[in-house]
């Protein structure tokens, strides 16, 4: 088992920047991917960035320069910098965990989920 426990969320104005952090603890894995989900009210959970354990990131178009995933092996923890904010980044915001080598973009293919933080943009 891994569990995932994130926090960072919170309220923003456009434009503005915050962090979410991912502090993953159990089992260990020597291959795996951490990405990070978001879920608008009424809309469906959406992929917006991966981190791989050799350090690759994967990011979706909508978050590219203005997003950064990066993880610090030492800490377990993962964090998603998010600079430029806007109303549309509005969501919870989950952490997810695959034993893989390979990333993905498809929540289904993630075996671990984190409880979600609420990230709210206002304009």
């Known amino acids: 088992q891994v569990q995932l426990v994130e926090s960072g969320g919170g309220l923003v104005q456009a434009g503005g920047s915050l962090r979410l952090s991912c502090a993953a603890s159990g089992r260990t894995f020597s291959s795996y991917v951490m990405g990070w989900f978001r879920q608008a009210p009424g809309k469906e959970r959406e992929f917006v960035a991966a981190v791989i354990w050799n350090g690759s990131t994967n990011y979706a178009d909508s978050v590219k320069g203005r997003f950064t995933i990066s993880g610090d092996n030492a800490k377990n923890t993962m964090y998603l910098q998010m600079n430029s904010l806007k109303p549309e980044d509005t969501a919870v915001y989950y952490c997810?965990?695959?034993?893989?080598?390979?990333?993905?973009?498809?929540?289904?293919?993630?075996?671990?989920w984190g409880q979600g933080t609420q990230v709210t943009v206002s304009s």
């Open positions: 997810a965990f695959r034993p893989s080598r390979y990333v993905s973009g498809d929540m289904r293919d993630y075996n671990y």
